[in-house]
Structures are given as structure tokens and as C-alpha cells.
């Protein structure tokens, strides 16, 4: 499974960005989709998690209320819409599959990462 992501940039806080992630190579229902950020000098985190069907869905709690995590298995991508963004969300976003374990956020249960996108905002 290929993944690529796109829609990061630069934007002010209070604004918005939506992230997508196509997938192509496998089967895109097989796998529970995830969205991950690094910080410099922080380790990666999980932002938001989606099942195979758009349910299951998870949000951490930093971002819990501004972003949302959709599915559109006809068009094998995922979204992550971003609202009210903060300089602390500034991070490279990845997008990740995984099988039934993905469930649980763990990075090291995703098989498979897109490359990154950067996302900065600016205070």
C-alpha cells in the first residue's frame, strides 16, 4: 500500500487546513486509517484514527473539538480537517495504515506511512 499526503502549509492561528491521503496499491476497506504528527524534538504522536467503514473514530484529546478525521473509501483517501489551528499543532502530519490492531493508536501498529506534510501556524 502506497500512501500520499497533501494539503499541509503555512496558515495563521484560528485558521484552517484539510489534509488528505490517497492510498492505492491495496485494498482500502482492509485497513483502519490513522493520523500522526512529529514536533521537532518530540516523538510522533496519534491525532486521529478512523475504522474500515468511517466509524471507530478517535481524537486526541489536544485536538479534540478543532479537527475531524473522514473517510472516503470510493476515492481511497482520508481527511483530516483542521480547524481553529493553534502554533502548537506546527508538526509534519503522516498518514498511516494498519490492520485490526491500528485500533489501538499505536504507531507501531501501522504497516504502512505516507511521507509527511508540514503544517505550520504562526501566532
Known amino acids: 500500500v502506497q500512501l500520499q499526503a497533501s494539503g499541509g502549509g503555512l496558515v495563521q492561528a484560528g485558521g484552517s487546513l484539510r489534509l488528505s491521503c490517497a492510498a492505492s496499491g491495496g485494498t482500502f476497506t482492509d485497513y483502519v486509517m490513522g493520523w500522526f504528527r512529529q514536533a521537532p524534538g518530540k516523538e510522533r504522536e496519534i491525532v486521529a484514527r478512523i475504522g474500515w467503514s468511517g466509524g471507530n473514530t478517535y481524537a486526541a484529546d489536544s485536538v479534540k473539538g478543532r479537527f475531524t478525521i473522514s473517510r472516503d473509501n470510493a476515492k481511497n483517501t482520508v481527511y483530516l480537517q483542521m480547524n481553529s489551528l493553534k502554533p502548537e499543532d506546527t508538526a509534519v502530519y503522516f498518514c498511516?495504515?494498519?490492520?485490526?490492531?491500528?485500533?489501538?493508536?499505536?504507531?507501531?501498529?501501522?504497516?504502512?506511512w505516507g511521507q509527511g506534510t508540514l503544517v505550520t501556524v504562526s501566532s
Open positions: 498511516a495504515a494498519g490492520r485490526a490492531s491500528a485500533l489501538y493508536n499505536r504507531a507501531r501498529d501501522y504497516d504502512y
